[in-house]
């Protein structure tokens, strides 16, 4: 690799510190950007630090949520590329709560080979590279490994808190799911990673820059993340677009499919 991956573990944190510079500001202006979601200038200033540095240093393209979409005949060359979404729970950070990330991923193929998950309100990273495994770090210090715990008898299920719906907890029927928590962001992957919750399922669509850093960090602990027909979730794609998936910590939970009735 071109980078080092301290080099983007310090860019993640300097864009994490802006963030938190304008969090909970009373002077904090949205705008609406035409998909008719939320922008701020806590997005803006963080995807430039991070657009920067990966451009100059890693000699890899970047793709961000905040950046102009490149053409496809132009993507589908890419052997490796970046996946960022500076500010993923644009809404929360709004709100004032604290379950917002900084996501970074690299792209080898199809499939992402690093990831990296920051929650500045926690000043908690998460980071994985593919075959070296995952790791959580806490105020700066010591990065403590992520080791998947046995399957307890009853599961915590994740869905999303922007997007609810029935049918989110209709995949999990017939699992012995004992707790529901909502939660915003991509930090539902990692609670998954690290064994605070045990799945995380979601119908409706995402984009590829909310998945992409998560899925590293879990496929790193021995999890899955699946699309809906049960292939890995994979990245690149002519339309930058998830139509679903199920993250799992343990891959032999099976979820429900109506076509199998």
Known sequence: MDIALQQIIETVYEAGAVIMHYFRSVHLQVEQKKDES??????????????????????????????????????CRWHKFWLVDPLDGTKSFIRGEETFTVNVA????????????YAPAYDTLYYAVQGQGAFRVQQRGQAQPLKRPPMPPYL???????HRGNQDKELLRGLPVKHFVPLSSALKFARVAE??????????????????????????VGGVVLDLQG???????KEMRNDGFVCKLYPELQTYSPAKE
Do not use: C, F
Request: charged letters at 20%.
């Open 156 to 162: 915590t299920a994740l869905i999303s808190k922007s």
């Open 195 to 220: 064994g605070k919750a045990h799945i995380y399922v979601r119908t409706g669509p995402t984009m590829e820059w909310d998945t992409a850093a998560g899925q590293a960090i879990v496929e790193e």
């Open 231 to 237: 292939n890995p979730l994979i990245y690149n794609k």
């Open 106 to 117: 690299l792209i080898k193929g199809q499939l992402p080979v690093m990831g990296l998950l």
């Open 38 to 75: 939320p922008l701020t200038i806590a997005d803006r200033e963080a995807n430039s630090i991070l657009t920067h540095m990966l451009e100059r240093y890693s000699g890899h393209p970047v793709v961000s949520e905040e950046n102009a979409m490149l053409p496809y005949e132009e993507r």
